[in-house]
Nanobody
């Protein structure tokens, strides 16, 4: 069974940086999981796509709202996915979730329904 555990959330001020981590555990991860994603959900809003990275190639995709400010990366040795968040804004406040997609796709999916495994989330609060 694949497990995802996020960490690194917290309270920061606008303009600050934060790095989230997602530790991935389970059997044959590199063979099972093809894409890792980060999503977020603010209070009263639907969960939305933030970024994704292909486990093997490292190809990354981003939501327009975070492009140029956030960077997704992965460490295949540590089985960990990161989300570096710079120039944070109050509208980035949300619970951030790590997710894993088992399906090989031409492009990384931004749909929550395409992801098979989810972490418990880590809260990020950005004050103005």
């Amino acid at each position: 069974q694949v497990q995802l555990v996020e960490s690194g959330g917290g309270l920061v001020q606008a303009g600050d940086s934060l790095r989230l981590s997602c530790a991935v555990s389970g059997p044959r991860i590199s063979m099972q999981l093809h894409t890792m994603g980060w999503f977020r959900q603010a209070i009263g809003k639907e969960r939305e796509f933030v970024a994704a990275i292909k486990w093997s190639s490292g190809k990354a995709t981003y939501a327009d709202s975070v492009k140029g400010r956030f960077t997704i990366s992965r460490d295949n040795v540590k089985n960990t996915v990161y989300l570096q968040m710079d120039s944070l804004k109050p509208e980035d406040t949300a619970v951030y979730y790590c997710a894993a997609d088992r399906t090989t796709r031409w492009q990384s999916s931004s749909l929550t329904s395409d992801y098979d495994y989810w972490g418990q989330g880590t809260r990020v609060t950005v004050s103005s």
